[in-house]
């Protein structure tokens, strides 16, 4: 079945980067875009950008521009998602998921416990 | 950026209910309009797709109508298994955006 595994919890300082990973199966991991979100605790669902996992193109949401760097690499079928320069407010649960062809997205990962504290 | 506003942010309704949730966008997005159903510790699943289409597998007691700014997710008849919050998303431009959430609470 289509599913996203990703990597497991972080502790990074302030002023750390953070590298989550995301591993597709079930399907053609170069035909879908993948998604970021991520969602602070108790929060809603924030969109990060997006990724073209067959040509490497990008689009960020402008709040993380320059902060954020979304890669992959095909023949692991793997998508990643680095965020730099952390401050306490990125602690948060950070989810990748395909996006269909409608733009909805389905299915997404498991999410990625990101915590941020000296 | 288009702004998502839901209401009501929180209900409770017993099992058999109708519940109707809304979602209100800044501008028109046509159709461009899904439905997530988030619960506890999980990730959100996918529940409508373009306003009113059902995802394969979501049981059919969820609906969804509108088009342009003003749209609603049905449930028509509450089931146990029916809690967690609920967002709105529009996909008809970038920035994607989500609705605050409404939390549904089985009575």
């Known amino acids: 079945q289509v599913q996203l595994v990703q990597s497991g919890a972080e502790v990074k300082k302030p002023g750390a980067s953070v590298k989550v990973s995301c591993k597709a199966s079930?399907?053609?991991?170069?035909?879908?875009?993948i998604y970021w979100v991520r969602q602070a605790t108790g929060q809603g669902l924030d969109w990060m950008g997006w990724m073209n996992p067959h040509n490497g193109n990008t689009g960020y949401a402008q709040r993380f521009q320059g902060r954020v760097t979304m890669t992959r690499i095909t023949s692991v079928s793997t998508a990643y998602l680095e965020l730099s320069s952390l401050r306490s407010e990125d602690t948060a649960v950070y989810y990748c998921a395909r996006a269909l062809p409608t733009r909805a997205v389905d299915p997404w990962g498991q999410g990625t416990l990101v915590t941020v504290s000296s | 950026d288009i702004q998502m506003t839901q209401s009501p942010s929180s209900l409770s309704a017993s099992v058999g209910d109708r519940v109707t949730i809304t979602c209100r966008a800044s501008?028109?997005?046509?159709?461009?309009l899904n439905w997530y159903q988030q619960k506890p510790g999980k990730a959100p699943n996918l529940l409508i797709y373009?306003?009113?289409s059902l995802q394969s597998g979501v049981p059919s007691r969820f609906s969804g109508s509108g088009s342009g700014t003003d749209f609603t997710l049905t449930i028509s008849s509450l089931q146990p298994e029916d809690y967690g919050n609920f967002y709105c998303q529009q996909n008809y431009n970038t920035p994607l955006t989500f609705g605050g959430g409404t939390k549904v609470e089985i009575k």
């Open positions: 501008q028109s997005i046509s159709a461009y």
């Open positions: 373009a306003a009113s």
């Open positions: 079930g399907y053609s991991f170069t035909s879908y875009d």
